[in-house]
Nanobody, 125 residues
Framework: QVQLVESGGGLVQTGDSLRLSCAAS????????MGWFRQAPGKERELVAA???????YYADSVKGRFTISRDNGKNTVYLQMNSLKPEDTAVYYC???????????????????WGQGTQVTVSS
C-alpha cells in the first residue's frame, strides 16, 4: 500500500506561482512512477504531468513551458512547480503513483494504482 499526501494548493491570482508537493510512503519510492492529475468541476480528470521511475517527463500541452514536475527520491516526494497560472488551471490537483518501474512516463489514468486526497488550486482573474 502506498499513501500519498498532497500539499501546497491555495488561492492565487493570474500570473502567480504555486508549488505542489506530494509525500509518498514506502521504501522503494525511487522505483515508483508518479503523476499529477487535475479535475475541474464538471470535467473529467486529466493528466497534467508525469515522471517515470528514471526521471523521464511528460507534460500536457496546456501546461508545457509553465509547469515542471520533479522528484526527490531522498525525501520520497514529487513536486509540481506551477508558474504563470491561469484561471483555467483552477481544479483539484491529485498526486498519483504506481510501484511498477518504468522508464517511460505513464499517461493513462489506469496506469496509476494509488491516489492522494487532492488539493484545491484556484486562480482568480
Amino acid at each position: 500500500q502506498v499513501q500519498l499526501v498532497e500539499s501546497g494548493g491555495g488561492l492565487v491570482q493570474t500570473g502567480d506561482s504555486l508549488r505542489l508537493s506530494c509525500a509518498a510512503s514506502g521504501r522503494t519510492f525511487s522505483s515508483y512512477h508518479m503523476g499529477w492529475f487535475r479535475q475541474a468541476p464538471g470535467k473529467e480528470r486529466e493528466l497534467v504531468a508525469a515522471i517515470s521511475s528514471s526521471g523521464g517527463r511528460y507534460y500536457a500541452d496546456s501546461v508545457k513551458g509553465r509547469f515542471t514536475i520533479s522528484r526527490d527520491n531522498g525525501k520520497n516526494t514529487v513536486y509540481l512547480q506551477m508558474n504563470s497560472l491561469k484561471p483555467e488551471d483552477t481544479a483539484v490537483y491529485y498526486c498519483a503513483a504506481d510501484r511498477r518501474y518504468t522508464d517511460v512516463p505513464r499517461t493513462g489514468r489506469y496506469d496509476y494504482g494509488y491516489w492522494g486526497q487532492g488539493t484545491q488550486v484556484t486562480v482568480s482573474s
